[in-house]
């Protein structure tokens, strides 16, 4: 899998939007991205994934780079409970279910 | 139901100790996964299993053993560890659609485990 970059740690107050942003100038054009978030004391779990278009749920919103050589997850309404490390995973769809292989991720702190 | 369930949450166990972690989903899941993790650093893959035969192990020791007894159990068996194996370890599952696709792995809470 293509090799990801994200900032070590941001910081957000309660109810502020906020931006996570993941680098992968080598992703490939079968390249997932995708994103998982590890809470404290808990397992990672699936927030969004995306190709080419943004993308968005009931977690987040995905915003994709035309070049797709970056992308930002993109939590509208951040809560204390966002609190967690957040991980930008590129997958490859043509090779099947590779696992998760896990970056350091940004751990993201929310302030009240 | 979307979980996968770690027995037991905590484990302390001497280095001629040998005990066994347990997994368990019921989503019907063909693939399962063991990772570990160290304080404050990222998850790292052990063993993945599909369609219960063990499809990759990532050059771990054997003092870890893994086993998938059937489609919604894994195992993992430790005899003679030391103390630098202390970490979480996770266990996820995902249902093993084939290739194009790219499933999402369901995690479980872990087992905090240490090695005295």
């Known amino acids: 899998d293509a090799k990801t970059t994200q900032p070590n740690s941001m910081e957000s107050n309660e109810e502020e939007p906020v931006h996570l942003p993941c680098n992968h100038s080598t992703i490939s054009g079968t390249d997932y991205i995708h994103w998982y978030r590890q809470l404290p004391s808990q397992g990672p779990e699936y927030v969004i994934h995306?190709?080419?278009s943004n993308v968005n749920n009931r977690m987040a919103s995905l915003a994709i780079a035309e070049d797709r050589k970056s992308s930002t997850l993109i939590l509208h309404r951040a809560t204390l409970r966002d609190a967690a490390v957040y991980y930008c995973?590129?997958?490859?769809?043509?090779?099947?279910?590779?696992?998760?292989?896990f970056g350091k991720g940004t751990r993201l702190s929310v302030i009240a | 139901d979307t979980e996968v369930t770690q027995t037991p949450k905590h484990l302390v166990m001497g280095m001629t100790n040998k005990k066994s972690l347990k997994c368990e989903q019921h989503?019907?899941?063909?693939?399962m996964y063991w990772y570990k993790q160290k304080a404050k650093k990222p998850p790292e893959l052990m063993f993945v299993?599909?369609?219960?035969?063990?499809?990759i192990n990532e050059s771990v020791p054997s003092r870890f053993s893994p086993e998938c007894p059937n489609s919604s159990l894994l195992n993992l068996h430790l005899h003679a560890l030391q103390p630098e194996d202390s970490a979480l370890y996770l266990c996820?599952?995902?249902?093993?659609?084939?290739?194009?696709?790219?499933?999402?792995?369901?995690f479980g809470p872990g087992t905090r485990l240490t090695v005295l």
């Open positions: 995973i590129l997958r490859d769809v043509i090779s099947g279910n590779t696992p998760l292989v």
């Open positions: 989503m019907g899941h063909r693939a």
């Open positions: 996820a599952s995902s249902r093993q659609q084939g290739s194009r696709s790219t499933d999402t792995q369901y």
């Open positions: 299993y599909s369609y219960e035969k063990l499809s």
């Open positions: 995306g190709l080419t």
